[in-house]
């Protein structure tokens, strides 16, 4: 495994990160889950990635348990705050009341005194920016939270922040959390620059997007049995948005890229986004646990300029680029 730091910060963070959102808790059993945390963990990964509205809180639950007996100060536990995790009004967003309430319950589903990081999970037009960052920072004064970032944030969210807590004296986001994938680049025009320029960190998800970039699905074919597109609980909606045969066409042909590289497609669509500099971490998810031994054969891979340009020209069109693309909801769930 290879280690990178999380933005400008001092914090090493593993540059394969292992992620739970479509998995622990609803889409696969417990035992299951806890064999692909166990393999994660052989396989050199610290850093844990969840969030306190994963299958109404039970991931969380589940990945606390699945780290018991490990050594804290050995591993990097991430957790988010803003999506419903209770029928109330205040069961939402990012205000102080919720942020406070929501980190006491990921703390004892997660089974630890602090997180290493918290994110607010997207940005809440609902509440004053300067009252999020006060309760976050507050937070970080009483060591329940060591560091602060955020996950589909847009640039100018982001740079709102950063002024904010400069003048206001509070602890500076150091991470961003967005997809990012070869199919989904929306970061690379406005976010990329800005995060280099002050010293954040992106921890990705979706880099094989959602299992397309494994190739396994094919145009103008059903998606196969079991597979995520055929779970309803499991984020089918979001995979099917990248199921036109055009996409499916193309990603079959970054193929012999891959096997010229003795890699397969899966470790290709993960060392892609860590060829960016900017980013210190891709989050994996898995079902199995040959899933997490395929995914993390990733790190340390260095794929030279022709190697991204031959999947440049391969993708060409396909590829979504518009910032725009970033969006928090306008009214909270």
């Known amino acids: 495994m290879e280690f990178r730091h999380l933005g400008r910060s001092g914090l090493k963070i593993s540059e394969i990160a292992y992620g739970n959102w479509l998995t622990h808790g609803s889409q696969v059993e417990e035992d299951a889950a806890r064999a692909c945390v166990a393999e994660a963990l052989d396989q050199g990964v610290t850093t844990f990635d969840t969030a306190d509205t994963y299958a109404g809180t039970r991931a969380e639950e589940v990945l606390g348990r699945a780290l018991t007996g490990q050594r804290r100060e050995g591993l990097e536990i991430f957790t988010k705050v803003y999506w419903p995790t209770g029928p109330g009004p205040n069961d939402r967003g990012l205000s102080r009341k919720h942020v406070f309430e929501s980190i006491q319950g990921s703390l004892r589903r997660l089974g630890t005194d602090y997180v290493d990081l918290y994110q607010a999970h997207r940005f809440d037009y609902a509440t004053p920016l300067e009252e999020t960052l006060r309760a976050f920072d507050d937070l970080v004064r009483q060591g329940k939270v060591l560091y602060v970032g955020v996950s589909e944030w847009r640039a100018e969210e982001i740079e709102r922040a950063l002024k904010i807590a400069d003048e206001m004296g ?67 909606d979001f995979v099917r948005r990248l199921l036109d045969d055009d996409v499916l066409t193309r990603v079959q042909e970054l193929k012999p890229i891959a096997a010229d590289l003795g890699l397969s497609m899966a470790q290709l669509a993960v060392a892609w986004t860590l060829q960016n500099p900017n980013v210190s971490a891709a989050i994996i998810g898995a079902s199995r646990p040959e899933q997490v031994r395929d995914n993390v054969k990733a790190a340390g891979v260095k794929l030279d300029a022709d190697v991204l340009a031959r999947i440049d020209d391969v993708l060409g069109p396909v590829v979504v680029r518009d910032p725009a693309k970033t969006v928090s909801p306008r009214r909270r769930p």
């Open 170 to 236: 509070f602890d500076r986001i150091v991470s961003s959390q967005p997809q990012y994938s070869m199919l989904w680049r929306v970061i690379e025009d406005e976010v990329v620059p800005l995060c280099e320029r002050e010293g954040i960190g992106q921890i990705v998800w979706s880099p094989i997007a959602q299992g397309v970039l494994t190739g396994k699905y094919l145009p103008g074919t059903p998606p196969p049995a079991g597979s995520r597109a055929t779970d309803e609980k499991g984020g089918a």
